[in-house]
């Protein structure tokens, strides 16, 4: 649990889809990741071998400060630059994570960009050629997503794709808090807060009575800063929670079936559909 922007993040590893329903995106494991870089190392190595041959054939004759230059660009060009241009055209994904089905993804789910690629192995260069990996393995082994130190510096995290998504059914909001609900201003709420309530409300059965007690009422405490007018006195913060999420829902599959039902009236027939 940490403060970000005022109010607290319980959100773990959870996007929400169009629909309004919590997935929670599979996070690799440590022993995973290790597999897939022992096979990006293994490629590297080979790499390094044909290229320095292949070098050192074509120009036999070069000095040493030559052949201290040209080594150096090889070793840049194989650990940096060539793994940077791979995982960025291939979205996250380099030839040890395609063998284990693993991509690597923003912190918000997204796909990376050049930017956050070049700082991963920027950082992994420190971490695994000159630190032997053992930097990356502790911060792995210790991070709730498994991330090493590039993945923290660059904002990024990476998941397994062979894995079965987890739907979460939305909430219901109770029948004594609908008309309230129906009738409030429910304005714009972190996304963060959102997800955080959702995990909550799905697992407070796993809870202890005084966490779920104080999680709830702190958890209430933020949502109530985006509703007005507040709820009936005396109502249990749980029903609170799950009367705002679920009206929040029902508003946004609202809107988003105005959108469609408004562009299918404005654009032409597909002439493909």
């Known amino acids: 649990m940490s403060v970000d922007g005022g109010y607290r993040t319980y959100a773990g590893d959870d996007v929400v889809t169009g629909e309004g329903v919590s997935v929670e995106l599979p996070v690799a494991g440590v022993l995973s990741l290790i597999a897939a870089r022992l096979i990006d190392l293994v ?3 080979v790499l390094a071998i044909v ?7 074509l120009v036999g004759n070069m000095s040493d400060a030559v052949a201290r230059t040209m080594s150096i660009v090889l070793m840049v060009g194989l650990t940096v630059i060539l793994p940077v241009v791979f995982e960025t055209l291939t ?4 030839p040890g994570k395609y063998a284990l089905g693993l991509c690597t993804v923003r912190d918000d789910g997204g796909p990376i960009t050049l930017r956050h690629s070049v700082m991963r192995h920027l950082v992994g260069f420190v971490e695994f050629y000159l630190l032997v990996g053992a930097p990356a393995i502790v911060a792995a082994v210790i991070h709730p997503r498994a ?16 894995h079965k998504f ?4 939305p909430p219901q909001a109770p029948p004594a808090l609908e008309q309230w609900v129906r009738g409030s201003d429910i304005g714009p709420m972190p996304a963060s807060l959102a997800i955080g309530i959702r995990q ?7 809870l202890t009575p005084q966490s779920r007690q104080h999680l709830a009422e702190d958890l209430c405490s933020q949502v109530l800063r985006h509703v007005s007018p507040p709820p009936p006195p005396g109502v249990h913060p749980e029903w609170i929670l799950r009367a705002v999420l ?3 829902r029902q508003r946004d599959l609202g809107r988003m079936q105005s959108e469609a039902a408004r562009t299918q009236r404005l654009l032409p027939p597909d002439p493909l559909g």
């Open 43 to 45: 490629i590297t190595f």
């Open 51 to 57: 290229a320095f041959f292949t070098v050192g054939a």
């Open 246 to 248: 679920a009206e929040r």
């Open 91 to 94: 979205r996250g994904r380099s």
């Open 147 to 162: 991330k090493r130190l590039g993945d923290m510096a660059a904002g990024t995290y990476v998941m397994a794709l062979r």
């Open 200 to 206: 909550f409300l799905a697992r407070s059965d796993s």
């Open 166 to 169: 987890q739907v979460t059914a």
